[in-house]
């Protein structure tokens, strides 16, 4: 299966590039965003994306529901991230929330509270997962150093 996705996906990108070299508008002319080149490129961007999303998922989805304790082991990351986000909004102060809301009082952009706070409780989320992703790489080679 795997073999015929890459060979989908080299004709794809040939024909592609065929189609970038033959299809490529002026860079002069000022139209050129609207060309059909242009569209054309977007277009199997697109279906590109979507192929690859679809297929990390199903093979994703095959493997964990396959590999013994895999659904298990996806529950407890499940887990970790709720309880992450969880941490995430707790941190979120309204305070901050509410000094934002007052900054912007009167101008053309005008935030409400919870969206403030929801952009904090996400920044506080993507923060924890960097510090999750460094102590999972930096870990085991700690380990390695000192464990002989």
């Not at 795997?2 to 794809?12: E, M, Q, S, T």
């Not at 499940?78 to 979120?92: D, R």
Request: proline residues 4%.
């Amino acid at each position: 299966m795997h073999k015929i996705l890459k060979i989908v996906l080299i004709v794809i990108s040939v024909i592609a590039a065929i189609m970038c070299f033959f299809m490529m508008p002026s860079p002069e002319d000022p139209s050129a965003i609207d060309s059909t080149g242009i569209n054309v490129m977007f277009l199997i961007m697109w279906v590109l994306l979507i192929f690859a999303a679809v297929t990390a998922l199903f093979f994703g989805l095959r493997k964990m529901i396959t590999t013994p304790g895999g659904l298990k082991k996806a529950l407890f990351s499940l887990g970790g991230l709720a309880i992450l986000f969880i941490i995430g909004y707790a941190l979120s102060s309204g305070d901050e929330a509410k000094a934002v809301v007052d900054t912007f009082a009167g101008k053309e952009i005008q935030p409400t509270e919870s969206t403030v706070k929801t952009i904090g409780m996400l920044l506080n989320v993507f923060f924890g997962m960097v510090v999750v992703a460094v102590l999972l790489m930096v870990l085991p080679g700690v380990k390695r150093v000192f464990g002989k």
